[in-house]
């Protein structure tokens, strides 16, 4: 009888949460050896991944370098009407443009949130220029900046945009392109709806990682067991002891690692108007205010944080970027 509880609980408990992490880290790990890791049989593997695609609604992805790919760098960009369109409007405005890889509509400080790549400095001046233009009737105030890098979580590409790729042959682009349909995709697979071979798909998944353009065959929810997503942007009045109080705020993102992996998807260093982007997902508005945006104000509070913040409403493009739950709660401390 304990021996059956305690089987139980760990299907329900550990073994749930440990696939998903894997699932995230390296989504093509056979159900083989998914099984041996864990001990348990392929059959209750398959199983409990089925089960958690149903309950979160799993997307397999793929986690690219923009930049790998020939893009310039990727921006974050954030808009507030004086009117707000209403959706329809807003998707009316951003569903054909392949430089737009997420569009979340929201509400607080900011309307509009889109994550913007594959445009050169160039390129962007006259895009910005155009959309300012197509947005004017509605008196945006809009905040551009530049993704320097992800300290966690990352946003996937669009295969529209992967079609603009200047590095990648035409063959290369519609693997890519497979994989990042369903980067749990079998190898016959690509072969036969990639029309090539064997010998060339194997040299392709090679290739890719080994320059770094694919750098995670991973995957998102986007069903998290949460319902307050937000997100929010800051600048600072930067310091002489910048670098000092970056590592203690570094120090204690480590520290309370078990306690915010799961709120937090997107942390973001970023230039421009905010100097960190970032994206979460609260189940209420007590865990919001223990490790939302409030607690910068300590963390930062010698650098004077100023903050923007909206509650994301839906999407209008792209994907949630929600990473999969990778602790459970009886784990955190």
Not at 45 to 68: A, G, P, T
Not at 233 to 240: A, D, E, P, R
Not at 264 to 278: H, L, M, Q
């Amino acid at each position: 009888m304990r021996k059956k509880r305690i089987k139980k609980e760990f299907i329900e408990g550990e073994l749930q949460y440990s696939l998903l992490l894997s699932l995230y880290k390296n989504s093509r790990k056979p159900i083989k050896a998914l099984a041996r890791e864990f001990g348990a049989s392929n059959h209750l593997i398959k199983k409990v991944i089925e089960d958690l695609e149903q309950k979160y609604s799993i997307e397999y992805i793929l986690d690219v370098d923009f930049e790998k790919l020939g893009f310039a760098e990727s921006r974050l960009i954030t808009i507030k009407f004086e009117k707000a369109p209403n959706s329809e409007v807003l998707k009316e405005m951003i569903l054909g443009d392949i430089f737009v890889q997420d569009a979340y509509i929201a509400s607080g400080d900011f309307d509009l949130l889109l994550f913007v790549s594959g445009l050169s400095s160039k390129d962007f001046r006259s895009w910005q220029y155009n959309f300012r233009i197509k947005v004017s009737d509605y008196s945006p105030i809009i905040k551009f900046s530049a993704v320097n890098f992800f300290t966690m979580g990352f946003f996937p590409i669009r295969n529209e945009l992967i079609d603009e790729s200047t590095v990648l042959s035409e063959q290369e682009k519609r693997l890519l392109k497979l994989l990042n349909s369903n980067s749990k995709i079998k190898i016959k697979d690509l072969i036969i709806q990639g029309k090539t071979t064997q010998m060339k798909v194997l040299y392709f998944l090679k290739k890719m990682r080994e320059q770094g353009i694919i750098r995670k065959f991973s995957a998102l929810t986007q069903n998290p067991d949460k319902r307050i997503f937000l997100a929010f942007g800051y600048t600072l009045t930067l310091s002489k002891t910048h670098d000092i109080l970056w590592k203690e705020f570094a120090r204690k993102l480590e520290i309370d690692k078990k306690s915010t992996i799961n709120d937090y998807s997107i942390i973001t260093d970023t230039n421009g108007y905010y100097d960190n982007f970032d994206i979460c997902a609260f189940k209420d508005t007590t865990v919001l205010n223990e490790k939302g945006p409030d607690i910068l104000a300590s963390l930062w509070g010698k650098e004077k944080p100023k903050i923007e913040k909206a509650i994301l409403l839906d999407k209008i493009i792209g994907k949630w970027p929600f990473h999969l739950e990778e602790y459970k709660e009886s784990q955190q401390s």
